[in-house]
Nanobody
Framework: VHLVESGGGSVQAGGSLRLSCGDPGFRLTNYVMAWFRQAPGQAPGKAREGVAAIDSDGTSTVADSVKGRFTISRDNAQNTLYLQMNDLKPEDTATYYC?????????????????????????WGPGTQVTVSS
């Protein structure tokens, strides 16, 4: 599995970005998929912050810190995961990662630690940088 994120960049506060994630060799539509982020200077060993997750049936959840601003979606025909980020704030500055669990049988409801826990995910992309200036 070689997930690859794209769409990061530098924007001013209040701006928008849309991140994408895909892998031509991996049928991500069968999996719970999620977005995580890691802020610069984060303490080593600290788990990445869960931003949003979406089940194969389209059910989704987002972290309270981004609720009302970020939307996760998936395009099954394009085999692509998206994260629409609006009203960006400087505290959203981070490297953003998409992730998938080991098994397609996992669902958000069956994840013991919850769908926004990094420990539930096995496959990760290399990340894309998002920088928000004030």
């Amino acid at each position: 599995v070689h997930l690859v994120e794209s769409g990061g960049g530098s924007v001013q506060a209040g701006g928008s970005l849309r991140l994408s994630c895909g892998d031509p060799g991996f049928r991500l539509t069968n999996y719970v998929m999620a977005w995580f982020r890691q802020a610069p200077g984060q303490a080593p060993g600290k788990a990445r912050e869960g931003v949003a997750a979406i089940d194969s049936d389209g059910t989704s959840t987002v972290a309270d810190s981004v609720k009302g601003r970020f939307t996760i979606s998936r395009d099954n025909a394009q085999n692509t995961l998206y994260l629409q980020m609006n009203d960006l704030k400087p505290e959203d500055t981070a490297t953003y990662y998409c992730a998938a669990p080991l098994s397609p049988t996992a669902t958000m409801a069956t994840m013991y630690l919850g769908p926004l826990s990094a420990y539930e995910y096995t496959h990760w992309g290399p990340g894309t940088q998002v920088t928000v200036s004030s």
